[in-house]
């Protein structure tokens, strides 16, 4: 027992704060699997071609989010820091900064996107008819990039300072407006018209802008805590410029180079066949209902371990540490043992072919399998080490083991060896327990505890 005080957190206050910053994010991530769940079930009664044509049509939206996450989570790496020392004015100063790089980030994806849909969409699959689809989808879809992106950088910063409510309220009412119009303008409902796949991205446009609304709404009228404004991006402070851009520019490059893997899987799997980019899409909605409360975790060792180390406690940033991870193993474990038991449920969701159907079964097994690594790896990733200030290792972990160990894995499984999907799915996850590995020496070593933000 003593052994346990002296490496974990047994506080009841500790406990009460992980699970006020942990419950609203899950719950965020529920409402955003919801919204997945509910576009691919209405698309999937369309066909194959339908769902694969969003899958693929959302795929730059896919790159333009790691961008966003990266830059935004740089910052909250300054801004964890900055909260536990109290200073607001620095904390300003950095969710200016990382505005001003997601607004510029946001609008270039907006111009390719709007002006060379098809030409995107091809670097994705050589079907003409999928390539038509996602292109006419891609086109309307990109509209939502600069209010997307300019709602959720400030959603992350305020999580940064402990501030997380409004983001379930916002993705709750997101969901509805999502929802409502998805169905309407996909089948012609409520007096819309029957645009297809491109209802869908009508709906994801609207829900977008309302997302941006609430975001300015409660930033001029309910957050009392940092109180930033707009006017304070057109502000230039170059005092924390270097800090920025020194933390932001792992972060960002680990999540572009992620994502931008997991974009190749899904050009791999185009090039198998419409079948199995059908198939990764029902499997990718489960991965993401699955990592609902791990990423609620990892968002909670980020800020918690930031504002330690800025609170100068380095022995109980340690234990938060510990604690949190612990946390996140168990929710992979029981996270693992649901998906297994719940497959066939889930998939009778969707109308799709029984070989769609068959190969979803067997990539939602190897999704599960992972879970036993993933809560680890990602709660230590994009937790415990960026939390730490310790964004360098990070990056390094996390794009090292999936383009040394799961793209050249996949590659040489669905190219050479010409395995089905499902084994070229697991071959790219072998990254996940090659991750947990290289964080459990690098958290033991003690070297990931970085003090990151000015006197």
Known sequence: MKRIKNNFLLEKNFFKTVFA??????????????????????????????ISAANLGGQPFFLLMGFGFGLSSGGSVLIAQYWGKKDMARIRKVMSLSMKFVFVMAV????????????????????????????????????????????????????????????????????????????GFIFGKFGFPALGVRGAAVGTVLARCTELLLALLYMYFGEKRVHFRLRHVMEFDKELLPDYIRHSLPVVGNELLWSFGVTVISAILGHLGSVYVTANSIASVANQL????????????????????????RERTRKVANTLLFMAVCIGCISCVLLLLGRAPFLSLYKVSQQAYDAAWHILTVVALVQLCAGYEITCVVGVLRGGGDT?????????????????????????????????????????????????????????VRKVTLD
């Not at 529920?30 to 919204?35: E, P």
């Not at 999937?44 to 339908?50: C, H, I, P, T, Y």
């Not at 990109?142 to 709602?151: F, G, M, T």
């Not at 999580?159 to 009412?173: D, H, L, M, N, P």
């Open 21 to 50: 910053i942990v419950l609203p994010i899950a719950a965020q991530n529920v409402i955003s699997f919801g919204v997945n769940v509910m576009d691919s079930v209405m698309l999937g009664s369309l066909g194959d071609v339908a």
């Open 108 to 183: 270039l994806f907006t111009l390719v996107c709007t002006l060379m849909p098809s030409a995107v969409m091809r670097l994705f699959t050589p079907d003409l008819e999928i390539v038509t689809a996602a292109a006419s989808y891609l086109q309307l879809a990109a509209l939502a990039y600069l209010p997307y992106s300019i709602s959720n950088n400030y959603i992350m910063s305020l999580r940064a300072v402990e501030q997380v409510k409004i983001s379930a309220a916002i993705y709750g009412v997101s969901f509805f407006v999502n929802v409502f119009f998805n169905y």
């Open 290 to 313: 699955a990592l609902v409360f791990v990423a609620g975790v990892a968002n909670a060792a980020a800020v918690l371990t930031g504002k330690t180390i800025g609170e100068g406690n």
């Open 392 to 448: 360098r290792t990070s990056f390094i972990i996390d794009c090292g083991c999936q383009w040394l160990i799961g793209i050249p894995l996949a590659l040489f499984a669905g190219f050479v060896m010409g395995w089905p999907a499902h084994l070229v799915y697991l071959c790219m996850r072998m990254e996940s327990p090659a991750k947990a590995i290289c964080c459990a020496l690098r958290i033991h070593s003690g070297k990931w």
